[in-house]
């Protein structure tokens, strides 16, 4: 048996032109955004990873799969030294994301069209260093916050400024026991407090959801929080 030279079917790189690769970059991205929806996750997510690749070509100025880990050291090095460390790791991770897409379903594509062997610029040397331990918040027991509770309510006959005082103590009071937003709290009047509806009564708490959407939900009184608001209406407020 003798050897035989092979030819490569692809002889020349598939992308010629800057809309070639415009092109494949588009087609790339929105398989990429269909795979992590067939995968459940949520569009929200999808979004921001989206939106974090896009900053990082616009910053690269070239097609993300030329990306090499250097290129990501200046990155986060230089561009995005000054954010905050959560919003970093965030990025690193949708670009991990990405590039294992890449690795997955493509290289062989991307190698053939452009001559580049795609690689995760995100590595362990690089890698953003969230203190996730500093993330997991173990809840304190029921009776360590009523026992917070008790003692600020006590003490706000002594408090310099009455008004304000009792506002903020029923403010955190109500979110320790129904959950409200801060942001809904600010918006939150009198007429919201719906006394009759459902068994314990009602809360609208509005507010506002993704791309500045407005955003109402009614919350049942439950948990002792219709005592707590009957309490402030009728005696500090």
């Known amino acids: 048996m003798s050897l035989a030279v092979v030819a490569p079917i692809r002889s020349r790189p598939l992308l010629e032109s800057p809309q ?3 092109d494949f970059e588009q087609d790339l991205l929105s398989e990429f955004v269909l795979a992590r929806a067939a995968a459940g996750i949520a569009d929200e997510t999808i979004s921001g990873d989206v939106d974090a690749l896009m ?5 690269f100025g070239r097609p993300l799969w030329e990306l090499i880990p250097t290129d990501l050291d200046r990155f986060f090095g230089e561009d995005q030294r000054r954010l905050a460390t959560l ?4 990025k690193a991770q949708a670009l991990a994301t990405y590039f294992e897409f890449l690795e997955v379903r493509h290289q062989a594509d991307i190698h053939a069209a452009t ?3 795609v690689q995760c610029p995100v590595d362990e040397i690089n890698r953003p260093r969230g203190k996730t331990n500093m993330r997991v918040r173990i809840p304190p027991p029921a009776a360590d916050v009523d026992r917070l509770f008790a003692g600020w309510r006590d003490d706000l006959h002594s408090a310099r400024k009455y008004a304000p005082s009792v506002r903020n103590y029923t403010a955190c009071r109500l979110a320790s026991l129904i959950g409200p937003r801060v942001s809904e709290l600010c918006l939150l009047e009198v007429h919201d ?18 791309r500045n959407q407005k ?23």
């Open 20 to 22: 070639d690769i415009a």
């Open 55 to 59: 900053e990082v070509r616009g910053w």
């Open 87 to 90: 919003t970093k790791v965030r």
């Open 115 to 117: 001559g580049v062997l």
């Open 193 to 210: 407090i719906r006394w009759d509806l459902g068994t314990f009564g009602k809360v609208l708490l509005r507010g506002k959801g993704s």
């Open 215 to 237: 955003k109402e939900r009614l919350v049942p009184l439950i948990n002792g929080s219709r005592e707590l608001l009957e309490w402030w209406l009728q005696g500090p407020r």
